[in-house]
């Protein structure tokens, strides 16, 4: 992949000391390792704090970044890192409750029913307290696997394991969301 | 293919992934087991509502923050490497063709030659304060560069070390004294907020400082904070912030603590 060789090239050179070009890869994957913290936290304000310290930490670490390694990968390792040592710190992860309810990214329909507008953000709000009461080992394969659009080979390299493995937590994550989604559907209905 | 290749082939299943051979058994299989047809079913709808979450956007400040830490750990790294004596100590512009050792053996004679080298040294004496009026510049610029850049840190205990470092800069330097008011209110973390509170005696005389000590007294939940926040007031004998300290008292959610350091802080004021 191109993007990915040019960000491999680009860390090189930050490595050995042209540490200017931080700034693109910056402008590539901010927003993206933004939206894995606030996934993971739920928290706007320490997703950006954790988004700093991402950047921070790859310069302060430069010289551990190996010539062929995959960038997004380490990268990712390093957010991963940043992430847990935050939660610890804060010890108790703040439920995803922050976050508005969102229809922007869903496909345009010919004919907008309020109805089922309704019933979808009533959906999407079931949908993300399923996600908040996940364990952050199964919300964090998720995350990367469905929001960060990995796939399950660079998964498997941020994760240390093999790809069948990262498909097995995948279905385990996404079945163990399912049953708290959907139980908290039935509860809404009952 | 049996139930459990169906597990196993089910995250392929959902990003797209599955191979037409795959695919094909996978049609079958699920054409007459209700089961895993089930489970699929629920699995893929969890994994579409997924994709329908709104992908939010990180605030406007992220973008600065970063580009300000970038250049002040550039700046840092550049500091911190060491120059040649020659260029720090004798760097002489437009005469810098000379090459160094000749410069140096010249230099040496003129210091020998009292009378004959007089013009020179005074020369050079002058040079040399602007060299050190230089390096103080730049051992100021560069605590308030970390001074910033510790204040910015995701990790608490680097904001109080930035907050420690607040200590060595400048009375007069204004973006340390903006971070330090910004720590005072706004800091998630009561520890910072408490020993930026005390760092900003050091600024007791700005207006700013003043004023936002004031305004920061209503807002702060913490009563630690908050008494801090009183003994500033006291201790810098503030009486413009009296009707705070009275708004304090009169209010009856503050803790009775704090009360009382208000009462006892009105007292003093008068």
Redesign the interface.
Not at chain 2, 79 to 101: N, V, Y
Not at chain 2, 116 to 123: E, F, N, P, R, V
């Given at each position: 992949m191109p993007e990915t060789r040019a960000d491999n090239v680009l860390m090189q050179k930050v490595r050995d000391g042209d540490l200017a070009k931080m700034a693109v890869l910056f402008e590539r994957h901010h927003h993206a390792l933004f939206r894995y913290f606030l996934r993971l936290s739920g928290n706007r304000a320490a997703s950006e704090d954790l988004v700093q310290d991402v950047f921070l930490r790859m310069l302060k670490y430069r010289h551990t970044y190996r010539d062929g390694n995959p960038f997004t990968a380490w990268m990712y390792q390093v957010a991963r890192n940043a992430h847990l040592d935050s939660a610890q710190k804060r010890k108790s992860e703040t439920p995803l409750d922050g976050e508005r309810e969102g229809l922007h990214s869903e496909p345009a329909s010919a004919e907008p029913d309020p109805g089922e507008i309704l019933r979808r953000r009533q959906d999407l709000g079931l949908l993300r307290r399923a996600l908040a009461a996940l364990p952050l080992d199964k919300r964090e394969v998720l995350v990367l696997s469905r929001f960060q659009n990995l796939k399950y080979e660079q998964i498997a390299d941020i994760l240390a394991c093999d790809v069948g493995a990262v498909k097995v937590r995948v279905y385990r994550a996404v079945k163990a969301l399912s049953q708290i989604f959907f139980d908290l559907a039935g509860e809404k209905a009952s | 293919m049996t139930c459990d290749e169906v597990?196993?082939?089910?995250?392929?299943y959902?990003?797209g992934?599955l191979s037409r051979s795959a695919a094909g058994e996978w049609n079958a299989h699920l054409a007459h087991c209700a089961a895993c047809k089930q489970?699929v079913e629920?699995?893929a709808?969890?994994?579409r509502?997924?994709?329908?979450?709104?992908?939010?956007?990180?605030?406007a400040?992220?973008?600065p923050?970063?580009?300000e830490?970038?250049d002040a750990?550039?700046q840092g790294?550049e500091s911190a490497t060491p120059r040649p004596a020659r260029r720090r100590f004798f760097d002489w512009g437009a005469r810098g063709w000379m090459p160094a050792p000749i410069f140096q053996v010249a230099w040496s004679a003129a210091l020998l030659m009292v009378g004959i080298g007089a013009g020179q040294w005074l020369t050079a004496r002058d040079r040399n304060r602007s060299e050190l009026a230089r390096l103080e510049n730049e051992v100021r610029h560069m605590r308030q560069m970390v001074t910033l850049s510790l204040l910015?840190?995701?990790?608490?205990s680097e904001r109080l070390r930035g907050v420690d470092y607040a200590y060595r800069v400048e009375q007069s330097d204004t973006q340390v004294l903006a971070a330090l008011l910004h720590a005072v209110n706004y800091d998630?973390n009561v520890n910072v907020r408490l020993a930026a509170v005390d760092a900003l005696r050091k600024f007791a005389g700005s207006p700013a400082v003043r004023s936002t000590v004031d305004r920061s007294l209503a807002k702060q939940e913490s009563p630690l904070v908050q008494i801090a926040l009183i003994d500033f007031i006291v201790d810098t004998n503030d009486k413009g912030a009296t009707p705070s300290l009275e708004a304090l008292e009169r209010n009856p959610a503050v803790n009775k603590d704090v009360k009382e350091r208000a009462v006892w802080g009105l007292s003093q004021l008068q």
């Amino acid at each position: 992949m191109p993007e990915t060789r040019a960000d491999n090239v680009l860390m090189q050179k930050v490595r050995d000391g042209d540490l200017a070009k931080m700034a693109v890869l910056f402008e590539r994957h901010h927003h993206a390792l933004f939206r894995y913290f606030l996934r993971l936290s739920g928290n706007r304000a320490a997703s950006e704090d954790l988004v700093q310290d991402v950047f921070l930490r790859m310069l302060k670490y430069r010289h551990t970044y190996r010539d062929g390694n995959p960038f997004t990968a380490w990268m990712y390792q390093v957010a991963r890192n940043a992430h847990l040592d935050s939660a610890q710190k804060r010890k108790s992860e703040t439920p995803l409750d922050g976050e508005r309810e969102g229809l922007h990214s869903e496909p345009a329909s010919a004919e907008p029913d309020p109805g089922e507008i309704l019933r979808r953000r009533q959906d999407l709000g079931l949908l993300r307290r399923a996600l908040a009461a996940l364990p952050l080992d199964k919300r964090e394969v998720l995350v990367l696997s469905r929001f960060q659009n990995l796939k399950y080979e660079q998964i498997a390299d941020i994760l240390a394991c093999d790809v069948g493995a990262v498909k097995v937590r995948v279905y385990r994550a996404v079945k163990a969301l399912s049953q708290i989604f959907f139980d908290l559907a039935g509860e809404k209905a009952s | 293919m049996t139930c459990d290749e169906v597990k196993e082939q089910i995250a392929d299943y959902l990003t797209g992934g599955l191979s037409r051979s795959a695919a094909g058994e996978w049609n079958a299989h699920l054409a007459h087991c209700a089961a895993c047809k089930q489970e699929v079913e629920a699995l893929a709808e969890t994994w579409r509502l997924l994709g329908l979450l709104q992908q939010e956007q990180p605030g406007a400040a992220v973008r600065p923050r970063f580009y300000e830490s970038l250049d002040a750990y550039r700046q840092g790294i550049e500091s911190a490497t060491p120059r040649p004596a020659r260029r720090r100590f004798f760097d002489w512009g437009a005469r810098g063709w000379m090459p160094a050792p000749i410069f140096q053996v010249a230099w040496s004679a003129a210091l020998l030659m009292v009378g004959i080298g007089a013009g020179q040294w005074l020369t050079a004496r002058d040079r040399n304060r602007s060299e050190l009026a230089r390096l103080e510049n730049e051992v100021r610029h560069m605590r308030q560069m970390v001074t910033l850049s510790l204040l910015e840190q995701q990790s608490a205990s680097e904001r109080l070390r930035g907050v420690d470092y607040a200590y060595r800069v400048e009375q007069s330097d204004t973006q340390v004294l903006a971070a330090l008011l910004h720590a005072v209110n706004y800091d998630p973390n009561v520890n910072v907020r408490l020993a930026a509170v005390d760092a900003l005696r050091k600024f007791a005389g700005s207006p700013a400082v003043r004023s936002t000590v004031d305004r920061s007294l209503a807002k702060q939940e913490s009563p630690l904070v908050q008494i801090a926040l009183i003994d500033f007031i006291v201790d810098t004998n503030d009486k413009g912030a009296t009707p705070s300290l009275e708004a304090l008292e009169r209010n009856p959610a503050v803790n009775k603590d704090v009360k009382e350091r208000a009462v006892w802080g009105l007292s003093q004021l008068q």
